[in-house]
């Protein structure tokens, strides 16, 4: 019998899935990736076996894509059209990498998943897939069937006893992990609308957040986060904290008309309170202990890297190169920062590193000044030479 691993997540694509698989006469495994999704592992078991899955594998990522995805993205500060920290993106060659090995483990020679013919999903899995083991063969049961809404899955779901939390009233296709979560479809397709409030993960809406300041200090150590106030945590616990805290505070949704990789424009909605707060501390603690030439060249490393992560391209030699770059720079990225949220804002309000290039008694408009004023004119005069 024909095997295939499938990449399942408990939602309603992946469960039909499931049964559209057997149906096609295939052995369905199902690899399901916990990198901190809405799912509780049990209840991710109960639901493939339900949808008629013969074997699942369940594995807890967590600690690998926080150590070696969402920290290198984190470095290079890659952030999407402004607005997007990348969370699912981050996550998908992460899981085609475990989906990759589970086949070889299971002998098996096809994998499928549940990404649709629209999406950046497709692109990034098949293409980490590709590069790993270019033998497998790849289905998109989404790409073929004839299921082409989401009513028309809730249908079928139905109809095959598919057991699925979707409603017809909460149409959303959500994609959660630590370091965020996507929300999109259902209303937020008309742009002339404010989000909805049941588009609310589990970030408070700003009218519905708590009413005083809260205030967070991040320890860095080469641009790795390793203590909150002052508290030594990994870095999985770091991010769970952070988004508890932001989350009340209404930190970190962002919505963005974004640009897809095959080349639509869709309109998607964010929350990820503890990646807005690493990054604004990150980027904060860079700005003083990193020169300006180092400062300005990372902004175009960060851009790319960015729009690397976005189109799946996660496994070629490019990142890895950028990798060594974004590394290097973080030698010095070594202090803490504070800051206070309030009502969706995080404001910085402490800085301390022994590698800060700040220098108070060259910066200072008051006494015990050290900067040698007689030099300016000189300097200008050199300066603008070339343009005079
Ligand atoms: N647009 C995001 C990306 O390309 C998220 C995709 C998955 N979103 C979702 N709502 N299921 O990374």
Known sequence: MRKVVLAYSGGLDTSCCISWLKNKGFKVICFSANLGSEFSPADLRKRAVKSG?????????KKEFAYDYILSALCANAVYEGKYVLSTALGRPLIAKHLVEVAKKEKAGFVAHGCTAKGNDQVRLELSIKILSPGLKIIAPLREWDLTSRESEIEYAKNNKIPIKTNKNKIYSIDQNIWGVSVEGGS?????????LNSYVFVKPLGMSINKEVYVDIEFIKGVPCKINGRKMDLVSIIEKLNKLGAQCGVGRTD????????IKSREVYEAPAAWILHTAHRELESLTLDKETLALKELISLKYAQLVY???????LRESL??????????????????MYKGNVIIVKRDSSY?????????YGDNDKFDRSLSRGFIKLFGMPYR
Request: charged share 30%.
């Open 356 to 364: 800060a290039l700040y220098n108070k008694k060259f910066a200072t």
């Open 256 to 263: 963005l008309i974004e640009d897809r990789v095959i080349g």
């Open 323 to 340: 990798d060594a770059f974004v590394n290097k720079t973080q030698d010095r990225v070594t202090g803490v920062i504070g800051f206070k």
């Open 311 to 317: 189109q799946g391209l996660w496994f070629s030699g």
């Open 53 to 61: 899955a013969d074997k699942v594998y369940i594995k807890d990522l």
């Open 188 to 196: 937020l397709e008309d742009l002339d609308k404010e989000p909805a």
